[in-house]
Structure formats: structure tokens, C-alpha cells
């Protein structure tokens, strides 16, 4: 299916441990983002990608990795989750640098214990 | 980074006109102001956006004040379907030739029958 997608749409785990929630777009996209929904705060940029191998930081990138060895793929794991990342995830692409609209995944429901 | 403040929750009369402000007092000559809609927990989706001039497609119009500080989204004829979260943004320059979002936390809006 065209489109970018999130997996998984929701997780639960434990402080401490690793989770990686993965993204995938269709389109060949150049950029890719990453955020997180907290009430409150709206959506907060992570990191984001302007193409393969190529990453920066937003926001909030503490306690996160990403990479981007293919295009259509754009991973974001947590190393040692902890609980003030537990939060709605969303990744996002976009054509170009300066593309009109950029278009956002489902979102995933990450829980940590 | 330029910020944005919205009203947190606003009502509208099903076949009114919506008005939803925003202001964004710190925003650069070279900024642009970006709408995006939230409905339930989806991803946001675009709306419209602008530099200088008022702009209008066929889901929204965007008026922008000469001194580009603050901003309106008109849905000219809100029905029940346009109840969701209404985020303002400003796109700002990052590395890589790239552009990020600034969010604001958005608006409420709830469109009553």
C-alpha cells in the first residue's frame, strides 16, 4: 500500500530496555521526521533526515538513535527507554527541503512500565 | 525559534464560519506559517500555508497581518467533520538545506450541531 506507515502502533515495555518503532514510506521521499505528541506540548521534532546516511537533531533527540540506511526507511530507538518517554510517536516525509506538505504516519503508542 | 500561541479550545456553530487565531510575534521575514489538523489521534494532515499574502484553497483561508505577527484560519462553513485540533507552525530553517516544523499546542476546536 502507498503511504507511510508505522509499526508498531502500540508497545508496551520496561524502563531500561531497548525498543526500536520503525517507519516507512512509499513515496521515495527525500526527508523524514521523527516527533512526539506529550498533552501539553504538541508535537516536538526528535530527528530528522534529508536523505540516506544523513541525520540531525531537533528538539528533543536525548535518548533517542536513529539511522537511515535506505530511503523509504527511517528507525528510531530508544536505547534505555525510560518513563518520560512514554508518548505518542509520529513520523513524517516529505518530497524536498521545502516541500509544501508533509505527510504524517498513525502514530505509535509507546508505554514504558 | 519562532513560537506559536494559540487558544487552547474554541466552539463553533455547524454552517458558521470558524476563525482560529494565532499569534506568532517572533516569526523571521523568510518564516513561513503552516496549518495542520489533528482528528482524534491520526497524524496531523495539511491545511494551508503562507508567507505574506492571504492565502486560500479549498479547505481553508489564511489571512496573515502586515507585520506578519499573528494569523486567522478561516473554515468558511465548519461542519461536525471539522472538529479536531488545529495546529499553527512555522516552518524555520534547519542543517542540511532542510526545513523543520515549530508546533504550537494547538486548538481545540469543536464544531457544534
Known amino acids: 500500500d502507498a503511504g507511510i506507515t508505522q509499526s508498531p502502533r502500540y508497545k508496551i515495555t520496561e524502563t531500561g530496555r531497548q525498543v526500536t518503532l520503525m517507519c516507512h514510506q512509499t513515496w521515495s521521499h527525500s526527508y523524514m521526521f521523527w516527533y512526539r505528541q506529550d498533552l501539553g506540548h504538541g508535537l516536538r521534532l526528535i530527528y530528522y533526515s534529508a536523505a540516506a546516511d544523513i541525520t540531525d537533531k531537533g528538539e528533543v533527540p536525548d535518548g533517542y538513535v536513529v539511522s537511515r540506511s535506505k530511503t523509504e526507511n527511517f528507525p528510531l530507538t530508544l536505547e534505555s527507554a525510560t518513563r518520560s518517554q512514554t508518548s505518542v510517536y509520529f513520523c513524517a516525509s516529505r518530497e524536498g527541503p521545502s516541500t509544501d506538505e508533509q505527510f504524517f504516519g498513525p502514530g505509535t503508542r509507546l508505554t514504558v512500565l | 525559534d519562532a513560537k506559536t500561541t494559540q487558544p487552547p479550545s474554541m466552539d463553533c456553530a455547524e454552517g458558521r464560519a470558524a476563525n482560529l487565531p494565532c499569534n506568532h510575534s517572533?516569526?523571521?521575514?523568510?518564516?513561513?506559517v503552516y496549518w495542520y489538523r489533528q482528528i482524534h489521534s491520526q497524524g496531523p494532515q495539511y491545511i494551508i500555508h503562507g508567507l505574506k499574502n492571504n492565502e486560500t484553497n479549498e479547505m481553508a483561508s489564511l489571512i496573515i497581518t502586515e507585520d506578519r505577527k499573528s494569523s486567522t484560519l478561516i473554515l468558511p462553513h465548519a461542519t461536525l467533520r471539522d472538529t479536531a485540533v488545529y495546529y499553527c507552525i512555522v516552518r524555520v530553517a534547519g542543517t542540511s538545506g532542510t526545513y523543520k516544523y515549530i508546533f504550537g499546542t494547538g486548538t481545540r476546536l469543536k464544531v457544534l450541531a
Open positions: 517572533t516569526i523571521s521575514g523568510n518564516e513561513y
